[in-house]
């Protein structure tokens, strides 16, 4: 299939718990042929079809793919095109119109929440080569690849995903979802037996949380730079309440590696040999847990649309 070089494949994934699908996605739409953008529009239809839009895109030749979503879609779309059978994905750019809950990584990039300005942005198309994470493991019949933009969560990190996206989906509301994970975070302060291997030292324990990232990571993560070719790895050990409470004060002011309870690391290759019970994330979107997990990154493998 031959696809006009400038040409927009838009993947629009609904914001969850919105009654204003349609709607939403009008006025988008509206706001780009007012612009005179040319583009192929196909809307997701459920878990995984980001993941397959994503992937027919850039098997039949669309070189700028633009997910309007949050970071769970925003994943979806950097797997189906890392897994697709294009032979230039580095080249493809990925736009980012922010509609989700959760759009983490967006905001590591200071891009508009406001659509109209997230469209002007993918005009002006100034693009920057980024790292995509890579995370491999075995599931019991075949090796496995993940990819992820922003970061990896293994435990405490991972249920508060879970936690929001269930509460997400029964509230609809954003600042209630985050409220009750919040309150879980309080009275589940849950350790699991880990062992880990970063930069050839066996890191072995109970741990409450690791983070992964390549970005910030939800501010686990404060110094990590998604081009640099390198992962940021914060692992954070069981607070005492008071602890807590202050860890929350330091992760919102981006200052959580001072805190006593975490031991930052910075490498571009961990084993994470063993998480016992352990929920895993990537990006928001929950692994089934098989370990060991090989997670790594490949340097400047793909391309962002970026605001100036």
Not at 146 to 171: E, H, M, P, S
């Amino acid at each position: 299939m031959s696809v006009e070089p400038d040409k927009w494949g838009v993947i629009y994934n609904p914001k969850a718990g919105t009654r204003k699908v349609q709607k939403r996605w009008k006025e988008i739409k509206a706001y780009m042929d007012s612009k005179g953008v040319s583009y192929d529009y196909v809307q997701s239809e459920g878990f995984g079809s980001v993941e397959r839009l994503a992937g027919i895109l850039a098997n039949n030749g669309y070189r700028t793919i633009v997910v309007v979503g949050g970071d769970g879609a925003l994943n979806d779309a950097i797997n189906g095109i890392m897994l697709s059978n294009a032979e230039d994905k580095e080249n493809i750019a990925i736009g980012i119109i922010p509609n989700g809950i959760g759009n983490d990584f967006a905001k590591y990039w200071e891009m508009s929440s406001e659509y109209k300005e997230a469209v002007d942005c993918i005009i002006n198309n100034r693009r920057r080569k980024i790292d995509v994470g890579t995370c491999y493991y075995y599931d019991g019949q075949k090796h496995m690849t993940r990819y992820f933009l922003n970061a990896i969560n293994i435990g405490l990190g991972a249920r508060i995903v879970k936690i929001t996206d269930q509460c997400k989906r029964f509230w609809g509301v954003k600042f209630l979802s985050y409220f009750m994970a919040f309150i879980s975070l309080i009275f589940e302060r849950k350790l699991y037996r880990m062992h880990l291997k970063i930069n050839g030292e066996h890191i072995r324990g109970r741990i409450m949380t690791v983070c992964i990232g390549s970005a910030w990571g939800y501010g686990q993560a404060p110094s990590a730079v998604p081009y640099n070719g390198w992962l940021d790895v914060s692992v954070i050990y069981r607070p005492e309440l008071l602890q807590l409470f202050s860890g929350i004060w330091m992760l919102m002011e981006g200052r959580i590696l001072n805190h006593k309870v975490v031991k930052p690391y910075r490498t571009q290759k961990i084993k994470v040999l063993r998480a016992q019970n352990a929920s895993v994330d990537l990006d928001g979107r929950i692994l089934d847990r098989h370990f060991p997990l090989d997670i790594g990154v490949l340097h400047e493998a793909i391309t962002l649309i970026i605001p100036n």
